[in-house]
């Protein structure tokens, strides 16, 4: 019994020295390091668009522990984290089912153990295609003129993506009509067609794009389901009445009909043309009509266009009218004739048919006649044809303008001022034809000098204007259309004389003599006795030319200047008197003194 005892405590000995040991090391603090990391992708990196995709993050650690190390792995697809795991496996997958555009990227990823990061180079993964998009219409049948609704989506894929839907007429290769358009927030479009008036069976095809990275990834084109298109109205139809062969004088009648689709709204408009002119239309019947007594001029190419909104159909017809007779031509012996000379006039049609002739002025019949013989006046001036009719045929000529030219009456030559020109004085030179056809060319010459030229358009005068400085001769010369070349009025003398200038004196209260004639001034004083002139000493004075240092004036008026300075002031007065002379000599006759005149105006305060 004592031996089994020793036994037992030798195993349970060795148990706690082992125990020992093991609390030993774990006290002693592990070392880690990452030797590498990288990523795989299953089946691969570039896959196809609907393909299943594994992304898987690889690494290598190596440690003093016994057991693996737990390390945090996280997943970035273009430097966005999506998926972050914790985990002591080497390896950690994320699968992406169904990989789509946008799940095409630049992929890498990142592991974390305590304080140590590592993180793997960058993967570029492609997805190739675009999943197949969905076309749904709003309608199966449709009228011409109306509208079908596409829609277009690619519910697997993300916007942006860029829709191109095109419309076909079944068993026809190229397509009718093509519209592109991109949804940046939606993974769909919706699209209006409009259904046009050669339409019968027609589908629709769509596809889809989306940009990824560089490159243009797109999805097959997918058809949509038949749309049966009804006419919203026929083709338009002519019906021409007379049948057959149509001749001048007839009654022509032009119909152009459609047939309506019930309930067809709004209702179409029949519109005929001819050369473009619209010569009858109709907005709420199935026909429009057009009637006219037949004439060549209604010869022609005749359009029936029927419309709506956005429907138009044509169609188009020849019409032939037979003649009767030419139209008529209508010549003169001249076009510009002076009054009282000839004028014939006369019409002709080729072939010479029985018709009739009457030759009108602004369509007033002049005379019922084939030819026409007259002397002329201003009054026949106008515009002239020639009517030719036979039965209810009526054709006109060409025109023919008449101008009669009346002569002009001699002119007559006035200016405005009623007293002498003073020199630089503007002058108004009216000169007047008063008989003679308008418009009248008016010439003012001053000596033999064209000063200007004036045209007029009735019989009012010509206005001209003038400054004249020294005597001069105005003469007016007019024309117009007749052939007398030009009329001349008379001459025209003006004389010119100098401006009037002020002449300032300065004199005492007794007045200078200026003239054998006495002149007295009233005063109070004993001046009231002394004559106009009184012979005194009147002190300084100074008489001048007011012509001095300018110009001679070479006028049969001379102006002087007249300076008194007295010594004593007026009497009753403290100021000395002052006077403005204007004194005017007339040079007619030189020694002739009563040709000098004088005026005063006294001041008193020395101005």
Same mark, same amino acid.
């Given at each position: ?115 140590? *990061?590592?993180?793997?180079? *960058? ?437 002087? *200047? ?46």
């Amino acid at each position: 019994m004592q031996l089994g005892w020793v036994q037992g405590s030798k195993m349970w000995l060795g148990i706690l020295l082992t125990l020992l040991l093991y609390s030993s090391l774990e006290g002693q603090e592990n070392s880690f390091t990452i030797n590498s990391i990288r990523m795989e992708f299953l089946p691969k990196q570039q896959v196809e668009n609907g393909e299943n995709l594994t992304l898987q993050c690889i690494v290598d650690i190596s440690t003093t522990s016994h057991v693996q190390p737990q390390h945090r792995l996280l997943f970035y697809k273009d430097d966005v984290l999506f998926h972050n795991v914790s985990s002591t496996e080497i390896t950690e997958s994320y699968v992406i089912p169904q990989a789509r555009v946008y799940n095409a990227g630049i992929y890498k990823c990142t592991v974390i153990l305590n304080n140590k *990061e590592r993180t793997t180079s *960058e993967y570029e993964v492609v997805v190739k295609s675009v999943s197949d998009p969905n076309v749904t219409l709003d309608k199966k049948e449709a009228i011409e003129g109306g509208v079908v609704k596409v829609r277009c989506s690619v519910p697997e894929e993300k916007a942006p993506i860029h829709f191109t839907i095109e419309k076909f007429e079944l068993n026809v290769k190229a397509f009718k009509q093509r519209r592109e358009k991109s949804s940046h927030n939606h993974n769909f479009v919706m699209l209006e067609f409009t259904v046009e008036e050669q339409d019968r069976v027609i589908f629709f095809q769509c596809q889809a794009s989306i940009m990824s990275g560089m490159r243009l990834e797109t999805s097959k084109t997918v058809r949509s389901e038949l749309v049966t298109v009804r006419e919203s109205f026929s083709n338009p139809k002519f019906h021409i009445s007379p049948e057959g062969m149509i001749t001048e004088g007839n009654e022509l009648q032009i119909r152009c009909t459609i047939q309506v689709t019930p309930m067809v709204q709004p209702f179409p408009e029949i519109i005929i043309q001819k050369d473009k002119v619209i010569v009858a239309h109709s907005q709420h019947s199935n026909e429009a009509v057009y009637s006219v007594m037949a004439l060549a001029e209604h010869n022609g190419n005749y359009t029936c266009k029927v419309e709506t909104n956005r429907i138009s159909k044509v169609s188009s017809t020849v019409v032939n009218i037979t003649e009767l007779f030419s139209k008529p031509k209508l010549e003169s012996s001249a076009t510009r004739l002076d009054q009282d000379e000839s004028l014939s006039l006369w019409c002709s049609v080729p072939g010479e048919p029985a018709v009739n002739f009457a030759i009108q002025k602004e369509n007033m019949t002049v005379l019922q006649a084939q030819n026409f013989t007259k002397k002329v006046s201003e009054l026949d001036s106008g515009t002239y044809t020639c009517i030719a009719n036979m039965g209810k045929v009526v054709k006109k000529s060409n025109t023919v303008h008449i101008t009669v030219c009346e002569m002009l009456s001699k002119p007559r030559i006035v200016y405005d001022s009623r007293s002498e020109v003073i020199k630089g004085q503007a002058i108004k030179v009216n000169c007047q034809s008063v008989n003679g056809t308008s418009p009248i060319s008016y010439r003012l010459f001053k000596a033999s000098t064209v000063l200007e030229t004036l045209k007029v358009g009735s019989n009012e005068p010509a206005v001209f204007k003038d400054n004249p400085t020294e005597d001069t001769e105005y003469q007016c010369v007019v024309n117009n259309c007749h052939s007398y070349t030009e009329m001349k009025s008379e001459i025209l003398q003006v004389k010119v004389i100098a401006k009037q200038m002020p002449v300032e004196m300065s004199r005492p209260a007794v007045p200078l003599l200026t003239s054998n004639n006495e002149k007295m001034l009233s005063d109070s004083s004993t001046e009231a006795t002394r004559p106009y002139g009184y012979n005194e000493d009147i002190g300084n004075h100074a008489m001048k030319p007011m012509n001095e240092n300018k110009e001679p004036l070479t006028l049969d008026v001379e102006y002087t *200047e007249v300076e008194v300075t007295s010594y004593e002031p007026h009497e009753g007065l403290t100021t000395k008197g002052t006077e403005t002379v204007y004194s005017e000599i007339r040079k007619a006759k030189p020694d002739f003194m009563g040709n000098r005149y004088s005026k005063t105006e006294g001041s008193l305060d020395g101005t």
